[in-house]
C-alpha cells in the first residue's frame, strides 16, 4: 500500500487544513466529529488526485480502524463502569473514608503519590482516572482544593502507568516497536522517572500546603452524612476497586479487568443499594445522578453512562482514520527520515526523537503513531551512533507517551473531559510532570552522552556478551 505517490507538500497541506478545522472546532465549541470527518474528506481528495481510489483509501482507513477495536470496547466499558460504581456506592464509599483519614494530610501531594502508584498497578491512565481518580476528586472538593489543580495532579500520577507500567499496553507496544525487554528499558528510565517524580512531587507538596489549612470540618461532616443518608455504607465495599488492581497487578488484561469491575458493581448496585435492575441498566447506558442531600456531592456523583461516550468513540475513530491516511501512504517517513538525516550526536538524535514523537501524537491525536513511526524508523540511525535502543524506547515513552492528555483535541484529553467535565484547557497548566519528562529527558540524554555514555545508553552491556 505504502509507494511514493504522494509529495512533500501533500503532507503539509493534509496537516495544515486538519489543524485548522480541528482548531476551529475547538474554538468554536464544535464536536471534533466534524474537524476529523472535514480532515478526513480533505485528505481522501488530495490522495485521489495523486492515483489513489476511493476503495485504497477506505481499505487504509478499515485497517486502521479494526487495529484499535480493543480501544473502542474499553471507552465503552468506562462510561459503563464509572456510572454503576456511582451508583454501587464504591466511589461514595472511598470519599468517605477518605474524608475519614486524611483529615490534616497534604491531600494534594498525598493524591499525586497514590495515584502514581495505583497507575502502575492498574497499567491504564484513563483506567485510573476513571476509578480512583473520580474518588480523588470527591474528597478534594471536601477539602477546598479547585478540580482543576487536582485532575491535573492526578493526570500526572495517572500517566506513569503509560510510560513504567509492566502490563501497560502503550508501554508494551514501545518495546515490541524498538524490539527491547521490559527490564531493560526500565533500568534506563530511572535516569528520567527518579528526577521527574521528585520534582513534580516537591511541587505538588508546595501547593498543596495552600489547600492544607483550608479544609472545613464542618463541610467534611455534612458531606459524610450525605453519603451516610444516601448510600449503603461498608469498608466491605472497597474490596471491589482493590480486586480490581489486585487483578492488574496478576496481569489480567484491562478489558477482562474493567468487565469483572462492572459486574462487581452491578451486584453490588442490586443487593447492597437495593436498585431496581431497570434502574442500574439506565444509569449504564445513560448515565447516573447522585441524588443525596448535597447538592455538592450530587455534582461530583455524576456519570453520562455509555451514551456519554459515544462521541468520544467517534472521534476517536476519526483520529485513528486519519492517522491511519498518514502512516499508510507513507506521507511521514520521508518527513522522519530528512529530519535525522543529519544528525551525528547522540544528544541531537534524542532532541529529535523526542521532537517527532510529540508532533505525530500532537497532529495525530493519539500516541499509537508517536510510538510506531519513530520507533521503525528510526532503530538504523541509533545502531549507527552506536546508541542502545532502550534509549529509543525510553525517549519516546518520555515525550510523545506523556504529553498526550496536554491537547484538547488528543484522544486521552476527550476521555477525561468525558469522564470528569474538565476539559484540557483547565487541567493541563497543572499536569506538571507532563512538562517536566520531555525537559527532564533531553537534558539527562545529552549529560549522559557527554560524560557516561556507556552506562546510561547500553544499560544491560552484561546482556549482550560486551
Avoid at 60 to 88: F, H, N, P, Q
Wanted: hydrophobic share 50%.
Amino acid at each position: 500500500m505504502e509507494n511514493c505517490r504522494v509529495f512533500k507538500s501533500d503532507l503539509y497541506i493534509i496537516l495544515l487544513l486538519s489543524l485548522i478545522l480541528i482548531a476551529g472546532c475547538v474554538i468554536l465549541h464544535f464536536s471534533l466529529v466534524y474537524g476529523f470527518l472535514g480532515s478526513i474528506i480533505m485528505a481522501s481528495l488530495i490522495l485521489t488526485k495523486r492515483g489513489y481510489s476511493f476503495h485504497e483509501i477506505g481499505k487504509m482507513i478499515l485497517e486502521g480502524i479494526m487495529e484499535c477495536k480493543t480501544l473502542y470496547l474499553l471507552i465503552l466499558l468506562i462510561g459503563a463502569t464509572v456510572s454503576i460504581w456511582l451508583s454501587s456506592g464504591v466511589v461514595p464509599v472511598m470519599i468517605y473514608y477518605g474524608f475519614q483519614y486524611m483529615k490534616g494530610m497534604n491531600f494534594l501531594f498525598s493524591a499525586f503519590l497514590i495515584t502514581s502508584i495505583m497507575s502502575v498497578f492498574m497499567g491504564t491512565a484513563v483506567g485510573t482516572i476513571s476509578t480512583i481518580g473520580i474518588a480523588l476528586l470527591g474528597i478534594g472538593k471536601g477539602f477546598g482544593v479547585p478540580d482543576e489543580v487536582l485532575l491535573g495532579t492526578i493526570v500526572s500520577g495517572a500517566f506513569i502507568a503509560d510510560k513504567i507500567s509492566p502490563i501497560s499496553g502503550l508501554l508494551n507496544l514501545t518495546l515490541s516497536t524498538t524490539k527491547t525487554k521490559y527490564k531493560s528499558v526500565v533500568k534506563s528510565m530511572l535516569y528520567t522517572l527518579v528526577p521527574v517524580y521528585l520534582i513534580t512531587s516537591m511541587i505538588y507538596y508546595f501547593i498543596g500546603r495552600v489547600y492544607t489549612g483550608n479544609v472545613d470540618l464542618s463541610n467534611l461532616f455534612k458531606y459524610q452524612q450525605a453519603i451516610v443518608k444516601g448510600f449503603y455504607v461498608s469498608p466491605w465495599l472497597l474490596l471491589l476497586p482493590l480486586g480490581v488492581v489486585c487483578m492488574s497487578v496478576f496481569g489480567v488484561k484491562i478489558i477482562k479487568t474493567i468487565s469483572m469491575g462492572l459486574v462487581g458493581g452491578i451486584l453490588i448496585s442490586s443487593i447492597l443499594q437495593k436498585m431496581a435492575m431497570v434502574d442500574i441498566f439506565h444509569a449504564i447506558f445513560f448515565g447516573y445522578q447522585g441524588a443525596t442531600t448535597s447538592s455538592e456531592l450530587n455534582s461530583i456523583l455524576f456519570s453520562g453512562g455509555i451514551s456519554s461516550m459515544l462521541e468520544v468513540l467517534l472521534i476517536v475513530i476519526g483520529a485513528i482514520s486519519l492517522s491511519s491516511i498518514l502512516e499508510k501512504t507513507g506521507m511521514v517517513k520521508p518527513l522522519v527520515s530528512r529530519s535525522t538525516s543529519t544528525v551525528k550526536s547522540k544528544g541531537e538524535l534524542v532532541f529529535k526523537t523526542g521532537m517527532i514523537s510529540s508532533i505525530l501524537t500532537i497532529v495525530t491525536c493519539d500516541q499509537t503513531v508517536g510510538i510506531i513511526l519513530p520507533g521503525r524508523l528510526l532503530k538504523e540511525k541509533y545502531d549507527e551512533l552506536g546508541i542502545g535502543q532502550e534509549l529509543l524506547a525510553r525517549t519516546i515513552s518520555d515525550t510523545g507517551t506523556i504529553i498526550a492528555p496536554l491537547f484538547p483535541w488528543n484522544v486521552n484529553a476527550l476521555i477525561i473531559g468525558m469522564i470528569t467535565g474538565l476539559s484540557a484547557v483547565e487541567y493541563a497548566p497543572y499536569a506538571v510532570l507532563c512538562y517536566i519528562f520531555p525537559l527532564v529527558s533531553v537534558v539527562v540524554s545529552y549529560l549522559v552522552s557527554k560524560f557516561t555514555p556507556e552506562v546510561l545508553l547500553h544499560p544491560n552491556l552484561d546482556c549482550y556478551g560486551s
